[in-house]
């Protein structure tokens, strides 16, 4: 018995636990002979080379059941198969990771740029934006607002909303120039690069755009809307749209509302051009 392996010292040169080979042995895929008069399990030369291969598509984690099939079908052509089946999920995974740290790293980009900016008024460029506005009558009905949101949820799930975790809010160029800050809308921007066939998409088109940010309670929005609108007043612009509020960091991300962050957005175009 030499030439054999007892299941501990199969166990000890592969550094894994005996259950684990009387796992292989349950499932069929590493049979070792069995001495009925001592009880013990041996395993062969052909037996440490075989768990050899095993751990090794084990290490390329690919599962027990596509390792098993192989083992019962070991060919050339099907190892090919099984180890291009497996850089493909592989390639999956890491573009799947490479966006999700595009999306941390724009959020962390956020974050902190806002935080650059906080009370200063600028002029930014911003380019072509597509989206929804969703009309809400009473911001004081949770129902209407559900509603409206249940409503648009095929454009919710292609929305920085979710992609980005971006809410954005708007008052129409009418209530901005009336100072009334208690109509606002919803802004759901479409990032994705899918054609979405709807009327209701609005283009916002690229712009200048009067920009401030703001850090504490919403509350604050009416006077820096204040600001915001006699900067732009006293500097020979006039408004051009709907501006756009985003809530960059709000209750969903903070329990303190002084570590709120907001940005209002007004797009503007030269008196002179109106002229």
């Known amino acids: 018995m030499k030439e054999k392996f007892l299941i501990g010292e199969l166990s000890k040169i592969f550094n894994i636990s005996a259950d684990t080979l009387r796992y292989y042995d349950k499932i069929g895929l590493l049979k070792p ?9 041996y395993y062969s030369l052909e037996n440490f080379f075989t768990l050899s291969r095993i751990l090794f598509l084990k290490s ?15 060919e ?21 990771l490479i966006n999700l740290k595009g999306k941390i790293e724009s959020k962390i980009d956020l974050i902190e740029g ?44 292609m929305s920085s909303w979710l992609i980005e975790g971006q809410v954005y809010t708007s008052l129409s160029k009418m209530n901005v120039l ?39 309670s919403y ?17 020979g612009y006039e408004i051009a749209g709907d501006s756009i509020e985003k809530n960059i960091v709000d ?4 329990n303190s509302e002084e570590e709120y962050i907001s940005e ?8 002179t051009q109106i002229e």
């Open 264 to 271: 209002i957005q007004i797009p503007i175009i030269p008196k």
């Open 178 to 216: 009336q100072r009334r800050f208690d109509r606002f809308n919803y802004f759901i921007e479409i990032l994705s690069s899918n054609e979405i066939d709807s009327t209701q998409i609005k283009v916002l088109k690229e712009n200048n755009y009067a920009c401030i940010v703001f850090s504490g």
């Open 76 to 96: 050339k052509d099907h190892l090919l198969r099984l180890l291009k089946s497996e850089k493909d999920e592989i390639d999956s995974k890491i573009n799947r």
């Open 219 to 235: 509350d604050k929005i009416e006077h820096y809307y204040g600001i915001l609108i006699q900067w732009i007043e006293n500097n």
């Open 251 to 254: 209750y969903g991300f903070s």
């Open 60 to 74: 390329l984690d690919i599962s027990m059941k596509d390792i098993k099939n192989y083992f019962s079908n070991q």
């Open 114 to 157: 806002a935080n650059s900016y906080i009370n200063e008024i600028r002029i930014e460029r911003l380019p072509e934006r597509r989206g929804v506005f969703i009309e809400i009558e009473d911001i004081q009905d949770d129902s209407e607002i559900k509603n409206s949101l249940k409503k648009h949820e095929a454009h919710l799930k």
């Open 33 to 41: 002979e069995y001495d009925q008069y001592n009880h013990y399990r």
